[in-house]
């Protein structure tokens, strides 16, 4: 069975302050993966996809960038935080080849101070 | 431009009752939609999805109904459970090679006991 596993589970951060959230999915080889954003109360912004090891393509401009080290690895990460950073990101995953399905991982929860 | 809307933004129904979600969406090229279901807290997790060359989807006591004239659809809850309160996201994509989902805004579901 496929399990996803996001880290750190929440983090409180300054503004100014970087930042490195990381997703780990396992049971799947070659997976599509996928960094989403959701403020409070809010809606699903799709960030990044990557279809494969080392490519990483961005859907949105949010001061963000992300990296795909390993098969089963997808890290977003910035260099210095902003208080519209704050907010739930979200880890997901899909098969390739044209599958539509998206599962999603638990979450992280960040805070901008 | 928001290319899936939802309605209601917040439903409240009886224990048995059957509650209905409403999705509606602009691009005529989107042609698979999903919806899922988040509780506070958690990542969403897949309810019940529908291609649109289909026009009904069913799974137990969830089903969609798909307008593609329209370019509307709805999602029927049957004897709402107070285990189904939660927020439902309607999603839309085109079958690009990967899956770039447009979420709507979300309905959140109270079912009193």
């Known amino acids: 069975a496929q399990t996803i596993h996001q880290w750190p589970v929440a983090e409180i951060k300054a503004v100014g302050s970087p930042l490195s959230l990381g997703c780990t999915i396992k049971?799947?080889?070659?997976?599509?993966l996928y960094w989403y954003w959701q403020a409070t109360g809010g809606t699903l912004q799709q960030l990044f996809y990557?279809?494969?090891?080392?490519?990483v393509e961005s859907v949105v401009q949010l001061n963000l960038s992300a990296s795909r080290p390993k098969d089963d690895q997808f890290i977003l990460s910035t260099e210095k935080l902003l208080l519209s950073h704050s907010g739930f990101y979200l880890c997901?995953?899909?098969?390739?080849?044209?599958?539509?399905?998206?599962?999603f991982g638990p979450g992280t929860r960040l805070t901008v101070l | 431009q928001q290319q899936v809307r939802q309605s209601p933004q917040s439903l409240t129904v009886w224990e048995g009752e059957t509650a209905i979600l409403n999705c509606s969406y602009e691009?005529?090229?989107?042609?698979?939609f999903p919806w899922y279901q988040q509780f506070p807290g958690e990542g969403p997790a897949l309810l019940i999805s529908?291609?649109?060359?289909?026009d009904k989807k069913e799974d137990g006591r969830f089903t969609i109904f798909f307008n593609k004239r329209e370019k509307k659809l709805s999602l029927h809850i049957a004897d709402s459970q107070p285990g189904d309160s939660a927020t439902y996201f309607c999603?839309?994509?085109?079958?690009?090679?990967?899956?770039?989902?447009?979420f709507g805004k979300g309905t959140s579901l109270t079912v009193i006991p």
């Open positions: 997901a995953w899909s098969l390739g080849g044209g599958s539509y399905e998206q599962y």
């Open positions: 049971g799947k080889s070659s997976p599509n």
């Open positions: 990557s279809i494969t090891v080392g490519q």
């Open positions: 691009n005529s090229a989107f042609d698979y």
């Open positions: 529908i291609l649109s060359v289909s």
């Open positions: 999603a839309a994509s085109a079958n690009t090679g990967y899956q770039n989902f447009y």
